[in-house]
């Protein structure tokens, strides 16, 4: 929503109204706001409000969905649980295929980025290209923001400094068990995870951290021990200097305890996270005499696996380790 306030912090005033993610633009008189808003599962609309306090001038526009919703499209589910502390909401979405059957059991895939510069889940209405067409080949796919993303409490957001291999992955876990008890139809005995950049250390550690409850992992570009990657970001959730907390988040010094499929794939040209960080990590599996898929793709750079060979191969992985099935080739 948007307010208005004065600068002693008094008469705060809501200027948006309506369940849903809101963007606004003044008239050039600074007399009228337009508000824009829609959630994930509701088209946008548009209304025309008076800037001073809000109150509606107009409804201006409203989306019709109903075509989209003819051809078996389902809107993403909204979905929320409570954290680790047993007190704080978690929040997410959960996508389902067009032809989702409610008596079939569907293995679930997160798609992650736990980068703690943001917060990930998608708000608005959109085609969710990614996510629905992994859905598309019999999977639940679901995007969570877990404890360490920002845009919430500062002390949500802590969870994360110096701790950035936690990834709110146990806040996480406890959202997909809850959303499996209120939809049976969500197998978490067959769960993988999908991630670039950030969302690819992610990724690893859910495998090596987690590898009882997450199956497989897709690790595309990741950012796998944060001494190794650029420096401003990395210190900025590590903090200075550098010390054994390093060691302890870092995805090669763990990659020992990996137990579930692991694929990583990596842009020979990466000049945002250095290629040799994926390197480090095949090289301590190979150490640790650990079973892996690792892709080098020549002469791309940082998120290598979001083009078209790097897509079919993640989702063949999972087909082949979550759905069982050998994927079909042309």
Not at 194 to 204: D, K, V
Not at 215 to 242: F, Q, T
Request: glycine share 10%; charged share 25%; net charge neutral.
């Amino acid at each position: 929503h948007h307010c208005r306030v004065n600068f002693d912090g008094s008469n705060l005033v809501i200027l948006t109204a309506g369940n849903g993610s809101h963007e606004i633009e003044y008239s050039p008189d600074g007399k009228y706001l337009m508000d824009n808003y829609s959630r994930v599962d509701q088209p946008p609309m548009s209304e025309l409000r008076k800037a001073e306090d809000g109150s509606l001038v107009c409804k201006l526009e409203e989306a019709d969905g109903s075509k989209l919703l003819e051809t078996g499209w389902k809107a993403p589910e909204r979905f929320s649980a409570k954290a680790r502390d047993g007190a704080t909401e978690i929040y997410g979405v959960i996508y389902r295929p067009t032809n989702f059957d409610p008596a079939k059991k569907y293995p679930v895939i997160e798609a992650i980025y736990a980068g703690p510069q943001g917060s990930f889940v998608p708000k608005k209405f959109a085609a969710f290209h990614q996510t629905q067409a992994m859905a598309e080949l019999g999977f639940v796919v679901v995007q969570i923001d877990g404890m360490g993303t920002s845009n919430r409490s500062k002390a949500f957001h802590d969870v994360c400094y110096k701790n950035l291999g936690d990834s709110g992955l146990p806040d996480r876990i406890l959202w997909m068990k809850a959303a499996a008890q209120k939809n049976p139809q969500l197998d978490i005995t067959r769960v993988g995870i999908y991630g670039g950049s950030a969302g690819g250390q992610s990724a690893t550690r859910a495998v090596l951290a987690h590898g009882d409850f997450y199956k497989a992992a897709v690790s595309d570009c990741g950012c796998h021990d944060n001494r190794m990657d650029k420096i401003w970001w990395n210190e900025l959730w590590m903090g200075y200097p550098i010390g054994p907390h390093y060691a302890e988040q870092s995805n090669v010094t763990q990659a020992h305890k990996l137990i579930g499929k692991l694929m990583l794939i990596v842009g020979e040209l990466d000049r945002n996270v250095d290629p040799a960080s994926t390197m480090q990590v095949a090289n301590a599996l190979i150490r640790a005499n650990k079973d892996f898929d690792l892709i080098i793709i020549p002469g791309a750079g940082h998120g290598a696996g979001g083009g078209p060979y790097g897509q079919r191969r993640m989702r063949d992985f999972f087909v082949r380790h979550l759905l069982g099935i050998e994927p079909r080739r042309e």
